[in-house]
């Protein structure tokens, strides 16, 4: 049993920062990934970083490089998402998200077993 618990959400205005979290626990010993995922609405669930997260290898959507950081704390079994110069279009419910297996790198919903609720970000103008 993988229980994913996000937080760190938010308002803020354009250009500021957010860290969110996702406390991780239920895991087994062996390889997995994780990912942030968000959906705003109209839109479909999609993917904004991903990890690695035994030996740290990322992947960004091309809409958040450069702006926002994936990691993790192995001792603490927490994930983080850093997000600086925020803008508009980043409003949306932000996930974390899990799947057994460390390479490749996934991008697609339907490869992962485990999700947060949820935490909301909210970007003003």
């Known amino acids: 049993q993988v229980h994913l618990v996000e937080s760190g959400g938010g308002s803020v205005q354009a250009g500021g920062s957010l860290k969110l979290s996702c406390a991780v626990s239920?895991?087994?010993?062996?390889?997995?990934?994780m990912g942030w995922f968000r959906q705003a609405p109209e839109n479909e669930r999609d993917g904004v970083a991903l990890?690695?997260?035994?030996?740290?290898?990322?992947a960004y959507a091309e809409s958040v490089k450069g702006r926002f950081t994936i990691s993790r704390d192995s001792d603490k079994n927490i994930l983080y998402l850093q997000m600086n110069s925020l803008k508009p279009e980043d409003t949306a419910m932000y996930y974390c998200?899990?799947?057994?297996?460390?390479?490749?790198?996934?991008?697609?919903?339907?490869?992962?077993?485990?999700w947060g609720q949820g935490t909301q970000v909210t970007v003003s103008s």
């Open positions: 239920g895991y087994t010993v062996g390889t997995y990934s």
């Open positions: 990890i690695n997260n035994s030996d740290g290898t990322t």
């Open positions: 998200a899990a799947r057994p297996g460390g390479k490749p790198l996934r991008w697609s919903t339907y490869a992962y077993n485990y």
